[in-house]
């Protein structure tokens, strides 16, 4: 007699609970997006040519406007566009500078950012492993040999889109060999992932130098670029040939949310309400490969950024991927915004490798994950 008495005083609370964690997903996900679009202004505004975050905006609405002109103009409409609002920079060169270099540099920082990120988000669910990162078990490596080969033997000349496909070939390979070595028994284990990642590692840094050793003078100046990582360089041609690969990432891996939530609650609960668990694998396998094939085509290998950022999601947003993943994309992008508005500022007149400041960030929290993860499974020996 008090069972349904008790079910229905608990529907309100679950209901106001439902939307309690609502909020929270929303604040998380607004104040996320809020740092990355300020962020992207004063980053836009900075380095030797310093512009005002007005201008900024400025610039941005008139653009914008031009664009929606042309439209109006090639279709014979005879209106004027109503958009070109805010002032323009001051300097005689700062709307160009802004739109051909700033800009796209901006743009393939955040898309860098949120494919590398959220690559290692899912990494980490499908391995079940919280130290899995493209970077750490060699996957950003390969797929930074995919393109090394593309530049040695000039396939890159071809076009863009030749060095982001060769850039996920060799992503999705490196990817399939450290999934089918580091499992044994149907587990990952920290220490197996761990030393298959040197290994990995090893093997295609070692083929980065080998090809750094036959390569003509051209190629190899951009082969020691990839190993450094930098965002230099970067325009709309390289945005445009990414963008599809982090799109199509991106929404595999939203739309696999729910089941890597089952997931992470084992392999066996996961098949038992109805998931497959080795086609899920398979499947974001090569979202990994797409994402980090973004990620790595025209920058190099930028590292820890997935290793960092969803660790620091997961102490804020909890371990549900439905958040976790969108978070992880938003945190990711203002990561590498960030350290390479750094990399450009930190030295006057200097553009500093993007990777290497990845790193010295990183570097100390894979130490502090390592030791933490060993802590809690009571030692490897």
Same mark, same amino acid.
């Given at each position: 007699?008090?069972?349904?008495?008790?079910?229905?005083?608990?529907?309100?609370?679950?209901?106001?609970?439902?939307?309690?964690?609502?909020?929270?997903?929303?604040?998380?996900?607004?104040?996320?997006?809020?740092?990355?679009?300020?962020?992207?202004?004063?980053?836009?505004?900075?380095?030797?040519?310093?512009?005002?975050?007005?201008?900024?905006?400025?610039?941005?609405?008139?653009?914008?406007?031009?664009?929606?002109?042309?439209?109006?103009?090639?279709?014979?409409?005879?209106?004027?566009?109503?958009?070109?609002?805010?002032?323009?920079?001051?300097?005689?060169?700062?709307?160009?500078?802004?739109?051909?270099?700033?800009?796209?540099?901006?743009?393939?920082?955040?898309?860098?950012?949120?494919?590398?990120?959220?690559?290692?988000?899912?990494?980490?669910?499908?391995?079940?492993?919280?130290?899995?990162?493209?970077?750490?078990?060699?996957?950003?490596?390969?797929? *930074?040999?995919?393109? &090394?080969? #593309?530049? !040695?033997?000039? =396939?890159?000349?071809? /076009?863009?889109?030749?060095?982001? $496909?060769? +850039?996920?070939?060799?992503?999705?390979?490196?990817?399939?060999?450290?999934?089918?070595?580091?499992?044994?028994?149907?587990?990952?284990?920290?220490?197996?992932?761990?030393?298959?990642?040197?290994?990995?590692?090893?093997?295609?840094?070692?083929?980065?130098?080998?090809?750094?050793?036959?390569?003509?003078?051209?190629?190899?100046?951009?082969?020691?670029?990839?190993?450094?990582?930098?965002?230099?360089? *970067?325009?709309?041609? &390289?945005? #445009?040939? !990414?963008?599809? =690969?982090?799109?199509? /990432?991106?929404?595999?891996?939203? $739309?696999? +949310?729910?089941?890597?939530?089952?997931?992470?609650?084992?392999?066996?609960?996961?098949?038992?309400?109805?998931?497959?668990?080795?086609?899920?694998?398979?499947?974001?396998?090569?979202?990994?490969?797409?994402?980090?094939?973004?990620?790595?085509?025209?920058?190099?290998?930028?590292?820890?950024?997935?290793?960092?950022?969803?660790?620091?999601?997961?102490?804020?947003?909890?371990?549900?991927?439905?958040?976790?993943?969108?978070? &992880?994309?938003?945190?990711?992008?203002? =990561?590498?915004?960030?350290?390479?508005?750094?990399?450009?500022?930190?030295?006057?007149?200097?553009?500093?490798?993007?990777?290497?400041?990845?790193?010295?960030?990183?570097?100390?929290?894979?130490?502090?994950?390592?030791?933490?993860?060993?802590?809690?499974?009571?030692?490897?020996?």
């Amino acid at each position: 007699m008090t069972r349904p008495t008790t079910t229905a005083a608990s529907e309100p609370a679950l209901a106001a609970a439902g939307r309690s964690r609502s909020a929270k997903d929303t604040l998380i996900l607004t104040v996320l997006g809020a740092a990355l679009a300020v962020t992207a202004v004063v980053a836009a505004g900075s380095g030797q040519l310093g512009i005002a975050p007005l201008e900024v905006l400025g610039t941005i609405t008139h653009g914008f406007n031009n664009w929606v002109q042309g439209w109006l103009d090639y279709f014979g409409v005879n209106v004027q566009s109503p958009f070109g609002i805010g002032p323009l920079p001051g300097h005689a060169r700062g709307y160009e500078t802004l739109w051909t270099v700033r800009f796209p540099r901006v743009a393939l920082a955040m898309i860098v950012g949120a494919a590398l990120a959220c690559s290692g988000t899912v990494m980490q669910g499908v391995f079940g492993n919280p130290l899995a990162e493209p970077a750490v078990v060699g996957v950003s490596s390969g797929a *930074a040999v995919g393109a &090394s080969t #593309a530049i !040695v033997t000039g =396939l890159a000349g071809y /076009g863009n889109w030749v060095v982001a $496909a060769f +850039a996920f070939l060799g992503g999705l390979i490196t990817t399939l060999l450290v999934y089918s070595l580091s499992r044994s028994r149907g587990r990952t284990e920290v220490v197996t992932l761990v030393l298959t990642g040197i290994a990995v590692n090893a093997f295609t840094f070692a083929m980065i130098a080998f090809y750094t050793f036959v390569a003509d003078p051209n190629a190899r100046e951009q082969l020691i670029f990839w190993q450094l990582g930098s965002l230099n360089g *970067a325009g709309w041609v &390289s945005v #445009a040939s !990414v963008l599809p =690969l982090l799109i199509a /990432g991106l929404a595999m891996a939203f $739309a696999a +949310a729910p089941k890597l939530d089952l997931l992470a609650l084992g392999e066996r609960p996961a098949r038992h309400v109805g998931v497959n668990v080795e086609r899920l694998r398979m499947r974001m396998i090569v979202t990994v490969a797409l994402l980090v094939g973004a990620g790595v085509a025209f920058t190099g290998i930028v590292s820890f950024v997935g290793l960092v950022v969803p660790h620091l999601i997961r102490i804020i947003a909890g371990p549900g991927h439905r958040l976790l993943l969108p978070a &992880s994309a938003l945190g990711g992008a203002l =990561l590498v915004l960030l350290a390479d508005l750094g990399a450009r500022t930190l030295v006057p007149y200097s553009d500093l490798p993007l990777g290497m400041l990845t790193a010295l960030i990183g570097g100390p929290f894979f130490f502090w994950l390592l030791r933490r993860t060993r802590n809690e499974q009571g030692g490897w020996a």
